[in-house]
């Protein structure tokens, strides 16, 4: 709901978000949806339409489908169903001969509770606006932004401005997020410095309107978003992707340096990238550069960042928004225990702990590495030297473009919160396998339930105890240890013979965001354990369980 300003010294939040985009919007939704009062402030009255962060993950729609928001979000979509939002590689052209496809994840929907989407960002956060309008704990400024952030021990205090008008206010909140961009202010205040990985290249954005492309891509069905490699760009993209069915499209690419809106022909540059003229209308001509950025930590006292404020990309992949609003469901939840009284400090800490390297590991071990792999590719193969050799790499790519769709599986194994199965040495990681086992720092993947429905539907709203065939005692101190600790915690059962054997665990104790926490095949042991482990998924403690 839209906030009626009352007195400076009247206003008090718990939680104060500045940027309302998709990271900053999901945040408030994970906060409002737990009862924590949380205030929004966006410089922006309605979303920009620029048709950007597009592709959603099977993850990134688990985190709609318990915001309340999953069939709200289907239903904005701008390209139907039935089309499809697959993608490929082309090299040379778009109409050249060889071609694969690109980022199937589809491939890995077995392991998640929801399918993913595909529609532009502004239609997102058009859908996110409207949920946390129906959360009373969630008040939100449209048009505002912060000007100044002080911080002591007990909170922060943000002086905000109201950009038409200039009109200043102050807030005080327990706590501050920044969800406001790559070029954040509140990072910048709260002294967060970013390590940056410059790329030397200007990039271009272009938004238009084309009938004819749709009906030049109709040989390939079902494909959203197609990228050309050609041997010039040394390992960078021409990137056409869909806004909807048989119009608007948009496009990235590299352009000289100096380029601008009037000194460069955007036309023949489309053209050459597809092979063959055709019609173009242009709405939209924009720059940026390409880099790498990530910042040196995600926490300073009371002060944090997430999005694109914590970590930014080439939008190569649709890596960027994912990863941001999995940052809103990791950071929401520990904010939520810390007020609501049952988290610690090193709760909060463990945000940039498992976030970080995440995020690291999703530049280094996928963006960066497909720039590095493409540039090799090109360099190396050319269906003109040697045409053999071309489609056997080619090949070869495409069954790399599926095995990359397999790995990406951001992980906390070295997270101090879990019980890492790798012991000594297991780090944080978009790095992983997908595997129905239920494996600590993982996320849980979905099984029916042998009464009906799946285990994702019966989830609870804090921690939840999945009892697989567990004896009876097993579960009592796991319930005792979480009253002592004031954990809520929900307790599950499954049989033993049914699909929630495919976790190899008779007990599982799952976290509000659905990683495992921890993971038992073996008999509890005692009540005590079952405190220990606890305490150690809370940050509580950091002692090895009996």
């Keep these: 709901m839209n906030m009626n300003l009352t007195p400076a010294s009247n206003i008090d939040t718990e939680v104060l978000i500045v940027g309302g985009g998709p990271v900053g919007m ?128 007990d909170g922060v205090t943000a002086t905000i401005t109201e950009r038409a008008g200039g009109v200043q206010r102050v807030v005080r909140a327990a706590y501050l997020v920044g969800c406001d961009g790559a070029r954040s ?122 999005g694109d404020a914590a970590h930014s990309h080439p939008p190569y992949g649709g890596y960027g928004v994912n990863s941001g609003l999995e940052d809103a469901r990791n950071l929401g939840w520990k904010l939520a225990a810390v007020l609501q009284g049952w988290g610690t400090d090193a709760l909060l800490e463990s945000y940039d702990a498992e976030r970080r390297p995440v995020f690291k590991s999703t530049i280094d071990d996928f963006i960066a590495k497909s720039i590095e792999n493409d540039r090799e590719f090109l360099e190396t193969f050319s269906p003109e030297r040697d045409p053999v050799a071309f489609a056997k790499a080619l090949q070869a790519r495409a069954q790399g473009a599926i095995g990359e769709v397999h790995a990406f599986e951001p992980n906390y194994e070295g997270s101090p919160l879990v019980w890492a199965s790798r012991g000594e ?40 105890l999945l009892a697989v065939g567990a004896p009876t005692d097993a579960v009592r101190a796991f319930r005792d240890a979480a009253a002592g600790l004031k954990v809520p915690l929900a307790v599950v059962e499954a049989a033993a013979d049914g699909e929630a054997a495919r976790y190899e665990a008779s007990l599982v104790l799952i976290r509000p965001d659905q990683f495992v926490a921890w993971s038992s095949q073996e008999p509890l042991g005692g009540d005590d354990r079952a405190h220990h482990v606890l305490e150690r998924a809370i940050g509580a403690s950091v002692k090895e369980p009996l």
């Design 26 to 153: 999901g945040l408030a939704i994970e906060l409002g949806q737990r009862g924590v009062r949380c205030l929004v402030i966006e410089r922006y009255l309605k979303p920009q339409p620029i048709p950007k962060g597009q592709n959603l993950t099977q993850r990134t729609m688990e985190h709609f489908h318990f915001w309340g928001a999953e069939k709200q979000l289907r239903a904005a979509r701008t390209i139907p169903p039935e089309y499809g939002i697959g993608g490929l590689t082309a090299y040379g052209t778009l109409l050249s001969p060889h071609v694969h496809d690109w980022l199937q994840r589809d491939l890995v929907k077995p392991y998640y509770f929801t399918a993913n989407e595909r529609l532009p960002q502004y239609a997102t956060e058009a859908v996110l606006r409207e949920r946390a309008a129906e959360l009373p704990a969630v008040q939100t400024l449209y048009g505002w932004e912060a000007a100044t952030l002080t911080q002591d021990a």
């Design 185 to 306: 202010r509140v990072r910048e205040q709260a002294r967060l410095t970013q390590t940056l990985t410059a790329h030397d290249r200007t990039m271009v954005l272009l938004v238009f309107r084309s009938p004819g492309l749709h009906e030049l891509l109709k040989r390939y069905p079902g494909k959203s978003y197609y990228n050309v490699l050609q041997p010039a760009l040394q390992g960078y993209w021409k990137f056409f992707g869909r806004v909807d069915l048989g119009n608007t499209w948009f496009f990235h690419a590299p352009v000289p340096a100096g380029t601008t809106a009037d000194n460069f022909d955007f036309r023949t540059y489309l053209h050459e990238a597809v092979g063959t003229p055709f019609d173009v209308e242009f709405e939209h001509i924009g720059f940026w550069d390409l880099r790498f950025a990530l910042a040196d930590a995600y926490r300073a006292g009371r002060m944090f960042i997430a």
């Design 425 to 464: 040495g297991a780090v944080c990681s978009a790095k992983g396998s997908h595997r129905f086992q239920a494996r600590p720092g993982h996320h849980l993947a979905p099984a029916s339930l042998g009464s009906g429905g799946d285990v994702f539907e019966a989830l609870g709203n804090g921690f939840t």
